[in-house]
Structure formats: structure tokens, C-alpha cells
């Protein structure tokens, strides 16, 4: 089992409101250079959504739920059928998203006992979280060639230090992709 965190993020490595869902000034920067930056399977995730686990916070999920289950293109269909974990302390009903299931336990426990790959999608608390418990494996972030100065970081400071090994970086418009390992000693 591995955690896989995917990331849209700035040149400054923020993550916040990137659609601007949030309604901040400086939110939607994501859709600044067009939807094909960010359509279908951007992460490169493949068989990671049909023998894993998609772990979601609550916010995230709420957008989410309501944005993924009317889409029907080969990526979307994948994510619709992924089993989703949700990461919440106010919601008691996920129903409105297929094979969505709150996490009943602990998160970090729930992420330790998981057999599957999990893959975190947005989430920031929930990435968070992980880092600072050291359990997250690969780092997967399509970065836009944006600088804001401002809102909620991958990393922010006093963040845990890890080391990670870039195993690949692809260009793709106006975007770069890049994969980071945990550095093995």
C-alpha cells in the first residue's frame, strides 16, 4: 500500500481555491490557462482508480459529488467507480456519490490498516494530516505557471522535512507534471 497525494498548485506551491469555489481574490487561478490543462487524467493515475481507494476530505467531497457523477468521459467513469473514503467529522450522509463511505475510525489508523493504494485529491487538511504523520509515499503535482502569494500552501512552514526523489516531469501546455518519490536511504 502506498498514499499517493495529487496536487493542482501554483509556482509558489499553493493549493487553495484553485476554482475559485471558495471565493477568494486570488481563487480560481486553475482555470486561467483553459480546461484542457486539467481535463481527463492529468495525474497520470491509471489502475491506481481501479485497484485503489480515493481518499477525499469533506469539502472536497462536497464539490466533488457534485461535479463528478454527471460526467461520463473514460476518466470520470473510472473515478465514479472508485471506492471513496471520505475524511469527515460533520457529514452522516455520502450517499449522494457511488461507492462513497465515511472513514469510521481514526484517519491515520484507517490509512495505516488500508490495503489498497489510497490516492488523496486535494484535501489540504487531510494531506496535512498524513505528512505530518509521515505516510505519504508520492507526490503527484501538475503545477500552473502562476505566482499568488497568498492562501493555503502544500507545504507550509514547520512542516515535517522529507526527502523526495523527482522520478519524472512532463510538460503538457502551459503546466508541468511532476512525480516525487519518498527518497529510499
Not at 462513497?100 to 488500508?114: G, H, T
Amino acid at each position: 500500500m502506498s498514499v499517493v497525494v495529487i496536487q493542482f498548485t501554483t509556482l509558489d506551491g499553493i493549493v487553495s481555491d484553485p476554482d475559485g469555489s471558495e471565493g477568494t481574490p486570488y481563487g480560481g487561478w486553475l482555470f486561467r490557462f483553459g480546461r484542457e490543462e486539467i481535463a481527463g487524467d492529468r495525474f497520470r493515475l491509471g489502475g491506481v482508480l481501479d485497484e485503489g481507494v480515493v481518499l477525499l476530505g469533506r469539502s472536497t467531497w462536497e464539490a466533488f459529488s457534485r461535479l463528478w457523477p454527471g460526467r461520463d468521459d473514460p476518466f470520470s467513469a473510472r473515478l465514479n467507480a472508485a471506492p471513496k473514503l471520505v475524511a469527515s467529522r460533520t457529514l452522516s450522509d455520502v450517499s449522494a456519490w457511488a461507492n462513497s463511505r465515511l472513514v469510521e475510525a481514526d484517519l491515520l489508523e484507517a490509512v495505516k490498516a488500508e490495503q489498497r493504494d489510497v490516492v488523496v485529491m486535494g484535501s489540504i487538511g487531510v494531506v496535512h494530516a498524513l505528512a505530518a504523520a509521515d505516510l505519504v509515499d508520492e507526490y503527484r503535482l501538475v503545477t500552473f505557471p502562476t505566482v499568488l502569494g497568498t492562501g493555503r500552501p502544500l507545504f507550509p512552514a514547520g512542516s515535517p522535512s522529507v526527502e523526495l526523489e523527482c522520478v519524472s516531469a512532463e510538460r503538457s501546455g502551459a503546466t508541468v507534471l511532476t512525480r516525487y518519490l519518498r527518497a529510499r536511504d
